[in-house]
């Protein structure tokens, strides 16, 4: 009965259109959006924390590095149980239901008279993080043709880079508090739009709701004649449960064991190039440094802008050359641009000359830095997770990536936390400088070259690997 409804709707058109398609993404990355602003509320918020110049009254810098721990703590639990929820309930109810953990964080961020509140938010901030990288991602992926993915696959990781300059650009203008009672309109508005989604086709068919998985293709590609595409998914679904390995395939099965220690590898020398620490951190980094020419709230600006367009620029484009390259070539530059902050911490910190000259170079080594971060070690690590990993331990190995990959964004924040507390800013630098430098050895003896390879073939090449 839906069926014929569904179909008197949709004019019989054999092209149909992509708008819904679009549309669907456009309200998923909503969340992405919120999950940018989330993230990012720390920079701005930190140096006033940590100064007493906040809300709350002042905290040490241990407490303020409990704050960007604690996300990746909730995300790692919540994961397992989001997981399970996937199998049971769909994407869609999920997808709705991560609007609240978000808002509820905005509301006790501003309403928060000591630092517990914002303890909990940042444990709700964690859960909404969880089902972004997992449930929307997934979505994304199931609802989206070749050709629309190609085009408008990138909305979502746009979403939640705007999401973090909007909060950047915020905070330089209001108050923290201010700066997330603004930010909360972006979950309430997913709240009213995520009812209207289609849910995910693979999901019904997955369920043996055959009728309602052809509903919902026809809503999405809005034409009525799907037989084939459902048909094509339907005998995918039953290809992928025949091949299905276990967990133990992961670790027992050369090829897959060799997969997956280079994927955490790459997971590694990702989060210890010092990304998050140091877009958490970016505020009250270039409040140290001394800097005259621009203010520490406009360099803070500039950085999160930067990241936003290199990686908008190096998205489409990194993929079409060699990855063990380009990945090499990115831990380097990394290195380089983290040195020549080495050398600026260390005149400040350590001599007696002058830098108010030179202020400028600290934002100028961090825009080197993303410029290099976003040719390689931003995409290379996740685009080469799904061609390392065979088909039929693909979900295991992803899992365990992600795992890996939350435990080390708990663990890279509080590494230079622990730098700056017991020995000083250009210390802490010589450190990630050093993991760049290592990262670089890395990619270019230990990663195989999977560009222009198939699946079959990159199996073959890690079989071959000694």
Known sequence: MIETVVEKVIPKSAEGSDFVQIASMFVVSIGAFSTGALFTWLSPAIPHLIRNTSYIGQISIEEASYLSMLPGVSMIVSSFLITSAMKHIGRKPIIWFMALPQALSWILTGEAKSITPIYIARILNGIGEGIMFSTVM???????????????????????????????????????????????????????????????????????????????????????DVDCELSAMSESIERQRSEAGSFKDLFWIPANRRALLLVLGLRTFQQLSGITAFVIYAQYIFELSGARSVSEEVSTIIVFASLFLFSMVCLPIVGKYSRRLMLTASSAGCAISLLINVFHFYILEETEVDVSDTSWTPLLAMVCYIAFYSVGLLFLPTLMTGELFALSIKNHGMLVSNVYLALTTIAVPKILQLLLSNFSMYATFIFFTASCLVSTIFCWFCVPETKGKTLEEIQQLLNKTK
């Open 138 to 224: 997934a979505y994304v992926g199931e609802i989206l043709t070749p050709a629309v993915r190609g085009k408008w696959g990138n909305v979502v990781t746009c979403s939640m880079g705007l999401g973090q300059l909007s909060m950047a650009a915020l905070s330089a203008s209001v108050d923290i508090v201010t700066a997330a009672y603004i930010h909360l309109f972006a979950p309430l508005l997913q709240i009213l739009l995520v009812p209207f989604l289609p849910e995910s086709p693979h999901y019904l068919l997955k369920k043996g709701e055959r009728e309602n998985a052809k509903v919902a293709l026809m809503r999405l590609r809005w034409k009525t």
